[in-house]
């Protein structure tokens, strides 16, 4: 209990130098914004209110439902002529089909189909709308020319301003010394000024040039081309650049390609300081019988690296053959072991030992399911080096039957295992037989089960080439159901309250098994009460563990009687030993207790904000808790989040992460995550960053630090995005960064 105190401590201590950490960095950085209780939006963009064209923003109509082609012509005076021109004055509404015009004045000649309006035009048709002192319009050709125009145009509220703006077809706009934008006219944060705009209305694209990008009244950068859609719609095109400080530092600019509806391509060029051109691929495609991904990176020339090539590819596809037949295709490789090392930014990704090609093809028909693999890794660290499945072989029966009746299934597997180091390789066949049944009610079940499983080895050397293995295994499970209903005593909402006990045995004969090589084994995680009730506390098939032991566990839920949702769990569980653990994998010892630990698990709401769930371990032989997890989750309406995961396993490790987003008001926002090393005393993993947006753009910078995988220097990049809406989509590296580390984060 005293080992916990200290953790717990120590844990405080983290939390408090955390959320100091961050309330130090807010008045660093703003001294003058408060930290008010803001509800923020669901979806920022939203906040531009939609300023594109309706006939509800002003536009006065001559006729709800025209008739097909009819000329309307309205006015406060005028005079009408059917064969010549016509002259309106005050409140002029001239409308054919949609197409309508507003003005003080107006005249229109019936035998050219010529209209010139002046005073206040409004020129509107679904989707567009401009506004001018003067128009030339033709409503046979459908072409005009406005003076000193505004527009808008397309659903996204996109709009500007133009010298001269020529309509060509009524669809498509010409527009000369233009301005655009997609923020609302009142909010004017960005806009593109050009020389030249070309707007399609109908398929809602825009082509500009000589075009700069402004901030304000300032311009950021400049673009002799720019292709741009006008609602959000996937285009071809420039996508944000993403910028990384660090020992490592560039500038990221990619390109996407929308090649079809249902493939796509992103191409990204990189400039790193030490390393040179980088190159980035991605593919993605989807068809009635294909999906997947293809991923390829390529540094032609890297300056760290002898000026050799370095690259690494990603492939994840998927093939629909039939209706009860697939192919799938995992495959990773990289030009060398330092790849990680030099290009990834995360511990995860630098600790990488080995990367995985699987090619596999399944078959299911009614109960039947079989499949054929070949799995091999490439190798980044010898002393971590997994087996190469050459091939996987596997034919299993599981009919479906009713859920009292006897269940009978099988399963057999035949795999190849290699090595390219001098080990042990050879073949494992494995058939498994079961059989149980349940009985049972709503308050009670028992459900004996029985299970044969014959394992044989043919191996290329040692004591014995040909092993073989067979164990029976016997289980017998059983479990109450108990509740009770009960009103709370403040608000009167109905609960319900359950107990459910659980007693299970499970006995399989001792059978040594020290001649077989351990191909894909392990021992199971014991960190849970789920654990209590496995008959093998091996993973694989290296390995059958010998059993005569009884488990009893009890849970308790409360839940909502009105939405089913559980409020609250408690479990505790232990098994009891009958015999000595002699099974073991090498370099084990025989377990000679009589019990297990004692299993507490705990989860739950605190209330409508906090989040609990907890595993501990209590060890009878030791006198103490060896291992346990707590982890505590906030989050409110205002979109504060903090998370604490704190994680021992015995000797092994003992860490605490802590994580949290800060709204500061509506538009500025903090995240922060720091994982900690107890035992060593030292920082794992640490995220800073700091996000603005507003209805018309965003911007996030993140500072992250990471331990480097030889366990003593640290990689600190910095990334930077930078959105506007309507013009690019926010890259992949911050905000990737801050939902992998920030549980319950999203875009604000």
């Known amino acids: ?257 929308n090649l079809a509806p249902n493939y796509d391509a992103t191409v990204t060029t990189s400039y790193l300081s030490n390393h040179g051109f980088e190159f980035d691929t991605e593919f993605r495609y989807l068809t009635d019988k ?25 492939i994840n596809h998927h093939t629909t053959v039939t209706k009860s037949t697939e192919i799938n295709l995992l495959a990773e490789g990289v030009s060398d072991k330092d790849f990680f090392d030099d290009f990834s930014t995360s511990l995860e990704d630098s600790s990488r030992s080995s990367l995985k090609r699987r090619l596999e093809i399944r078959s299911k028909k009614g109960p039947w399911l079989a499949s054929a693999a070949m799995e091999d890794f490439q190798i980044l660290d010898i002393n971590d080096a997994p087996y190469a499945r050459l091939p996987e072989l596997r034919l299993s029966y599981k009919p479906q039957s009713p859920a009292k009746s006897l269940k009978l299934e099988a399963d057999s597997e035949i795999v190849y295992f290699d090595k390219s180091a001098p080990i042990v390789t050879g073949t494992r066949a494995n058939l498994k037989l079961s059989a149980s ?50 009103n709370s005593p403040k608000t009167g909402r109905p609960y319900v309250q359950t107990l459910e006990p659980r007693l299970f045995y499970t006995y399989t004969p001792f059978k040594d098994q020290s001649d077989i090589p351990i191909f894909d084994t392990s021992l199971q995680n014991f960190s849970a009460t789920t654990a209590l009730f496995s008959d093998n506390r091996f993973t694989g098939k290296d390995r059958i563990a010998d059993n005569n032991q009884l488990t009893f566990a009890v849970t308790s839920r409360f839940q909502d009687r009105v939405n089913g949702k559980e409020l609250f769990k408690a479990s505790i569980g232990q098994s009891f030993n009958f015999n000595d653990k002699k099974v073991t994998l090498p370099g084990g010892t025989i377990h000679t207790g009589k019990r297990s630990d004692l299993v507490l698990e705990l989860s739950g709401r605190l209330n409508d904000n906090f989040r609990l769930s907890t595993t501990a371990l209590w060890s009878h032989e030791k006198k103490r808790v060896p291992s346990y997890e707590l982890r505590l989750n906030y989050q409110d309406e205002e979109k504060r989040i903090a998370n604490i995961h704190f994680l021992k ?23 922060a995550s720091s994982s900690h090393d107890l035992d060593n ?64 984060y999203d875009d604000y």
């Open 1 to 257: 209990m005293a080992n916990i105190i200290a953790d717990v401590n120590k844990l405080l201590q983290h939390a408090l130098s955390f959320y100091f950490l961050l309330v130090i960095s807010v008045i660093t950085l703003f001294p003058n914004i408060g930290l008010a209780k803001t509800s923020v939006k669901e979806d920022q963009w939203g906040k531009c209110q939609a300023t594109g064209t309706s006939k509800e923003v002003g536009v006065k109509a001559a006729a709800n439902n025209p008739h097909p082609d009819a000329i309307y012509l309205e006015s406060d005076t005028g005079t009408i002529s059917l064969s010549s021109t016509s002259r309106l004055n005050g409140s002029v509404v001239i409308q054919q089909n949609e197409l309508i015009f507003n003005a003080d004045k107006a005249s229109y000649d019936r035998q050219t189909s010529q209209l010139n309006a002046k005073g206040h035009v409004v020129f509107y048709t679904p989707g567009l709308e401009l506004k001018s002192d003067s128009i030339i319009y033709n409503l046979k050709s459908k072409n005009g020319e406005v003076d000193k125009a505004s527009y808008k145009v397309g659903k996204q509220g996109a709009h500007g301003k133009s010298n001269i703006i020529t309509i060509t077809g009524a669809k498509q706009l010409e527009l000369d010394s233009a301005t655009f934008t997609t923020c609302p006219v009142s909010v004017d944060s960005w806009h593109l000024a050009s020389s030249s705009i070309k707007l399609d209305n109908e398929s809602q694209i825009g082509h500009a040039k000589n075009v700069t990008l402004k901030v304000g009244t300032v311009p950021v950068f400049y673009f002799p081309w720019l292709k741009f859609p006008i609602n959000n719609q996937r285009l071809s095109g420039f996508l944000s650049p993403s910028v990384r400080l660090q020992s490592n530092a560039g500038i990221s600019v990619p390109y996407y390609f």
């Open 290 to 314: 294909h999906k997947g991904r293809v991923v390829y990176d390529l540094i032609p020339k890297d300056k760290s690296f002898e000026d050799k090539a370095r690259d690494y590819f990603k």
């Open 437 to 486: 049944k349940k009985w049972g009610e709503d308050a009670w079940y028992f459900k004996p089960g029985l299970k044969l499983q014959h394992t044989f080895y043919s191996l290329n050397k040692g004591i014995k080439t040909e092993i073989s293995r067979t164990l029976p295994t016997l289980t017998l499970d059983s479990g109450l159901f108990f509740d009770r209903e009960f």
């Open 649 to 671: 396993l015995d000797t092994e490790l003992k860490q605490v992460t802590l994580s949290g987003a800060l709204p500061i008001n509506d538009k500025w926002s903090m995240v």
């Open 681 to 744: 005393d030292r920082n794992l993993e640490s995220l800073v960053g700091i996000e603005y947006q507003d209805c018309c753009w965003k911007t996030r910078l993140v500072a992250k630090r990471y331990l480097n995988s030889d366990n003593e220097t640290y990689e600190t990049p910095i990334f930077l995005e930078f959105e506007l809406k309507g013009l690019g989509n926010l890259g992949t590296g911050a905000s990737r960064e801050i939902k992998d580390k920030i549980y319950g």
